[in-house]
């Protein structure tokens, strides 16, 4: 590969690093180019990036965004999928395709933020519900001792209200009387 070209691949490399809220490390061998492009389309459809990378470069391009922790994952063939967004979403949807494929993609380890993820927590953080649904989760939560404290008000008001209706009706009763 021509110097200009593995400057140009450094340089991308090193962008996606410090756009990225998460890097997870595979290894692509047992992979077809049509399982690969099918891959790219689904983990494209929720913006997520998947790049093969040679390990010298990616190497040096972990240590210029300032990931060094990646080097020790930077051995043997290498893919990278970026995510931008929601951690979670890349590991489910690379985890979703590979069991869906029948595939078996080996996950290496990751990054999230400058911390090293080992394949486990990779595999861990992919069976966690998407920010949606963390996030209704931690409102409803959030709502519960509020409501609780609305009906149990309710209640006192209600039976209070109902004292006071007997007793109205026993005054008219003995007014009546």
Not at 22 to 47: C, F, H, K, N, Y
Not at 53 to 75: C, E, F, P, V, W
């Amino acid at each position: 590969m021509a110097t200009d070209k593995k400057k140009t691949v450094v340089a991308e490399l090193t962008d996606m690093l410090n756009r990225c809220t998460i890097a997870i490390l595979t290894v692509p061998t047992g992979m077809t180019v049509s399982d690969m492009t099918e891959l790219r389309r689904r983990l494209r459809g929720v913006g997520v990036e998947f790049h093969v990378a040679k390990n010298t470069l990616a190497r040096i391009a972990s240590r210029q965004a300032g990931k060094d922790a990646l080097d020790s994952l930077l051995a043997g063939p290498t893919a990278i999928v970026f995510g931008y967004g929601d951690q979670v979403e890349p590991a489910k949807t690379l985890l979703e395709y590979s069991r869906a494929a029948k595939l078996d993609i080996r996950i290496k380890g990751g990054i999230m933020g400058n911390r090293l993820l080992s394949s486990e927590q990779v595999r861990q953080l992919a069976q966690l519900p998407g920010k949606e649904v963390l996030l209704a989760q931690l409102l409803g939560g959030l709502q519960a001792p509020i409501v609780s404290l609305v009906w149990v008000l309710k209640g006192n008001v209600a039976g209070l209200l109902n004292v006071l209706e007997a007793r109205r009706k026993q005054l008219e009763v003995e007014v009546a009387a």
